[in-house]
DNA sequence: ATGGCAATACCTGATAAAATGTATTTTTTA
DNA sequence: TAAAAAATACATTTTATCAGGTATTGCCAT
């Protein structure tokens, strides 16, 4: 009798789920047990069954994949897990491999992607699907020259810019003095090489750095 | 011989294109013809090809659900097109189906949601997953009195000022006098009640009303 | 063909914002 | 704890925007 690996599929999409589970029972050592939505489901499981990989996504419901990861791999340490997500963040795949996650894989990976990253991570390496893999490698361009953030006090004026608010009424907002909204206001727009305030709001929005 | 609805997937995970291929396997009447990964592919298809039914996601690359919609709507209008992403943004959902699609499932949806919704769509029924109906259905108010839109020209000077233009820089850009770029800059504002530029550019970008 | 809308153009006064310079206090962090 | 970053405040000059009108032309849909 051969040993198959017991393994888990956690995803919030039942599409999902159903996708990866038809492509892993074409791997002969790979024996799905479970599926579950959430995380909180799996973390009851893994205490009463045995497991040996874990395919999760990493935007859950309630718990976070990264956190979840953490949580398990402190209680069991062998369990191999392979994260999953649609678009990924540099930040965040390291995040989740530093919690102890065994690989990272883009659903937009091909099925041999998907074949190649299991089989590698139950031998014990970690693993990254292409796209993750070119998204990592680049630590000099884009991380040396990743745009600065918003100070807390630069985002407050910012938004109520974005609402359309004079420095007048943002100084009145925030119990500021006009002048001092005004130099924020003056920082901002330098800091991000912005002409004006209708430039900086675009920028700002289509970069996610409002909310 | 029964004739079978002509099914094409579009989703640029292929983990997905096969989750609902399981899916729509166990549906007597649906038939899977074609799987693509890219809106470009589908276009291509559907010129040589009959097909009744499109299930698509609406976060493509190149070119997104909303717009291929509309282009295969143009063309082919008796074609029934369901939309599909993981999170869902009411006016991205609004505008879906503005541009003829006739459905919307989120992806965290169940097998029978899917089922009932896909049925439902074929005979006619403009249908939508549970919770899409709940994000919805929340301010009936303000939507039914749906935004005007902008005009040819008030468009291309709504994106110069979003990129920064002065008054005078956009009126040089368009070959227009300056007095006329500030009339259509006081009538854009007029248009949507907004205090001024700032206000307007994320009032635009945030409804998808710029590019 | 005509009424409505879009696009064009002009005038003016009041107000708001941008550019520039300086400076103190508080908070963070190395 | 010392240095750096952020937040605060002030003053002045120049430039741009906003809001109030008015008016002509072309288009396109009823």
Redesign the pocket.
Known sequence: MIMKYKTVIVDDHPIVISGIAGLLSELDNIEIVEKFESGIALLDYIEDNKVDLILMDIFLPVINGVDLCKTIKQKHPKIVIIGMSSQSERSLVMQFIQNGGNGYILKNASFDEFKNCIYKAIEGEIVFSEEVKTIISQPLSEDLERI??????????ALL?SQG?????I?DD??????????????I??KYKM????E?IAFLLKNNMLN
Chains 1, 2 share one sequence.
């Open positions: 600065p953030g918003l100070s807390r006090r630069e985002r407050d004026i810019l608010k004079s420095t007048q009424e100084a925030l119990f500021l003095s006009f002048l001092t909204v005004q130099t924020h206001r003056r920082n727009l330098q002409k004006n305030v209708a900086l």
